[in-house]
């Protein structure tokens, strides 16, 4: 038994962050005040490809700029993955806009094509796709689709920055990206976000929506309407810079984490793993093990275990269409039915530690801790069918 409590995500901070961070907050003013920002958005798209970044205070106030700058308002649909964090959807109610949950894919566990397909109606004007947990969807057919029904695309690359899927960076594939900078995410600013487009139309109404609707060049306090105020601090743009120079070292320990799970757990029928196709480089934001359902261990159970032996865990995202929060939306439709695939697993799948202070050690300590929670699981000591086998 380890003593100290193994987190289930963090950061990794080095003398750069701080040496970066001590520069902004002694010179980061006067008419260097935006020399960080600058520095962090140039640097940002050019390490994605695309022509613009905008650094924002969150990923959220991202998806809120990307709605306006597309006009998204009251009676649209946007269409959002069932399975994802509630900041994929949450700014729909900010415009007044409406969510419709579409299914995930049974094995990279990112919105499904074929599903988002059969959700669109007259009113759809948008779709999220959500690069879960850092692997990446169908985005052929995504693109293929969204463009044949004239619909915009927001890719919430939140939780996979440094994925790639057919050679090309995460957060490239939409009219937008959005990108989160919290302090559990595999880059970290403590809070912040970026937004990424080729676009200059979109690019040029995001900068306007962020700072209070402001026309570039009019006078000075002299608003065309009401806007917003969304913008990252240049101590935050520091602090990100320099994790963005550190970002290859970043995504390969994430990599390596990975990597020790699967070596320590490929034998056992208990659980599987995050998947990976050759479309696809993971960058494993979450180590994901979906529990053998002929083991019949709810994850909050399994979590509940796994803090008696200090290791701490998450629930799999629950269906969004299963919260409170949208209790009003899922009265309309039988998402329980449609969306199969996110209904049965979300109730037996955990996130593992996957911090960037974990050692190989920490890693085997989990894995043997969690075979020994599954073992007593096996009934009359016959093993499963491994949940990857036909
Ligand atoms: C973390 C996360 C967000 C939200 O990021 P914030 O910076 O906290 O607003 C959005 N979408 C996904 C998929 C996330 O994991």
């Not at 919430?156 to 919290?182: L, N, P, Q």
């Not at 570039?216 to 101590?235: A, H, I, R, T």
Request: charged residues 25%.
């Amino acid at each position: 038994m380890v003593n100290k409590k193994i987190a289930v995500s963090g950061p990794s901070i080095t003398s750069k962050e701080i040496e970066y961070v001590s520069d902004a907050v002694k010179n980061a003013w006067y008419e260097d005040a935006n020399i960080y920002n600058d520095r962090f958005e140039r640097a940002f798209a050019d390490y994605i490809g695309v022509k613009y970044a905008v650094s924002l205070p969150s990923c959220t106030s991202a998806i809120h700029l990307s709605l306006l700058a597309m006009g998204v308002g009251a009676g649209d649909e946007v269409i959002v993955p069932d399975i994802t964090w509630i900041a994929t959807s949450a700014p729909l109610k900010y415009v007044g806009a409406d969510p419709v949950f579409a299914d995930i894919d049974r094995d990279s566990w990112c919105l499904s094509a074929d599903s988002f397909e059969s959700r669109i109606t007259s009113k759809t004007k948008a779709v999220i796709p959500v690069d879960l947990y850092g692997n990446i969807p169908d985005m052929d057919s995504i693109i293929q689709i969204a463009r044949k029904h004239n619909l915009y695309v927001i890719e919430d690359a939140a939780e996979a920055i440094g994925s790639e899927y057919k050679g090309k960076k995460a957060g490239a594939f939409g009219d937008v990206g959005v990108f989160s900078f919290h302090g559990s995410k595999t880059m970290t600013t403590g809070e912040g976000g970026m937004l990424v487009t080729d676009d200059e139309n979109i690019w040029r109404k995001v900068l306007y929506n962020r700072d209070h609707a402001r026309k570039p060049g009019d006078k000075l306090f002299y608003n065309q309407e009401v806007g917003y105020k969304y913008k990252m601090s240049s101590l935050q743009a520091a602090l990100g810079l320099a994790q963005l120079e550190r970002i290859d070292e970043l995504v390969q320990q994430k990599r390596e984490i990975f990597s020790w799970y699967q070596a320590y757990l490929k034998d056992t029928p208990y659980i599987c793993l995050n998947s990976s196709s050759l479309e696809v480089k993971n960058t494993y934001w979450m180590v994901t093990a979906v529990v053998n359902p002929e083991l019949e261990m709810e994850k909050e159970q399994l979590m509940r275990l796994l803090d008696q032996h200090n290791i701490s865990s998450r629930p799999f995202f629950y269906p969004l269409s299963s919260l409170p929060a949208y209790e009003f939306e899922s009265s309309k439709f039988n998402y329980r039915e449609y969306n199969e695939v996110s209904y049965s697993i979300s109730p037996i799948a955990v996130n593992l530690p996957s911090g960037l202070n974990l050692t190989r050690d920490d890693v085997k300590y989990v894995c043997d801790t969690l075979k020994v929670i599954l073992k007593t699981r096996s009934l009359n000591n016959r093993l499963p069918r491994r949940c990857n086998d036909e």
